[in-house]
């Protein structure tokens, strides 16, 4: 089973900016959260990854809690394209997938 | 770096049949993971190689499952007696693992129709 949990869906308007959370409370010190995004038709792209720090890259940013139980996914401008479905997971030996959260992007 | 290529892209059978889809990784990935997909779900992991060793298995997977990657580059993934259940999309995703923070490269993924 996922070891996270996610709102199943979320809302946002273009260019505006997109806050996705993501519980992961049995997190332990040597699980890094990486989080991955699916567009129709497509397989799962990479998106980022940390471990305690926040991180940014041209995609997103990654903010991480404290007590590292938590995370959110930060788009920083939402546009027509980052419509897909996200998906926060613990990274283990295998890559265990939850239902993600389904963003609509309304222009 | 061509990504990851999994061929076919569609395959429609009939129940009963043997399928056999295959993936190939990025050159120089020594992980090589299934998974498999059904509308409204995310991906459900099916089984992953490191090189040529087949090294977890998903308890779900039945027998009629079986994946290979002979000499750690390319996998094939054959599905024999086909149900309409088996209907899903198969996923092939690669990385290289020098750490457990890697990053993994999926491929577009076969379509699979099991009439």
């Known amino acids: 089973d996922a070891k996270t949990t996610q709102p199943n869906s979320m809302e946002s308007n273009e260019e505006e900016p997109v806050h996705l959370p993501c519980n992961h409370s049995?997190?332990?010190?040597?699980?890094?959260i990486h989080w991955y995004r699916q567009l129709p038709s497509q397989g799962p792209e990479y998106v980022i990854h940390?471990?305690?720090s926040n991180v940014n890259n041209r995609m997103a940013s990654l903010a991480i809690a404290e007590d590292r139980k938590s995370s959110t996914l930060i788009l920083h401008r939402a546009t027509l394209r980052d419509a897909a479905v996200y998906y926060c997971i613990l990274r283990e030996d295998k890559i265990i997938f939850g239902k993600g959260t389904r963003l609509h992007i309304l222009p | 770096d061509t990504g990851v290529s999994q061929d076919p892209r569609h395959k429609i059978t009939k129940r009963g049949q043997n399928v056999t889809f295959r993936c190939d990784p990025i050159s120089e990935h020594n992980r090589l993971y299934w998974y498999r997909q059904t509308l409204g779900q995310g991906p459900e992991f099916l089984t992953y190689f490191q090189n040529e060793a087949q090294l977890e298995k998903s308890r779900l997977l039945s027998d009629r499952f079986s994946a290979e990657r002979p000499k750690g580059s390319f996998s094939t993934l054959e599905i024999q007696r086909t149900e309409q259940g088996d209907s899903a999309m198969y996923l092939c995703?690669?990385?290289?693992?020098?750490?457990?923070?890697?990053?993994?490269?999926f491929g577009s993924g076969t379509q699979l129709s099991v009439l």
């Open positions: 940390g471990l305690t």
């Open positions: 049995t997190i332990s010190g040597t699980d890094y």
């Open positions: 995703a690669s990385s290289l693992e020098l750490a457990t923070n890697e990053k993994l490269f």
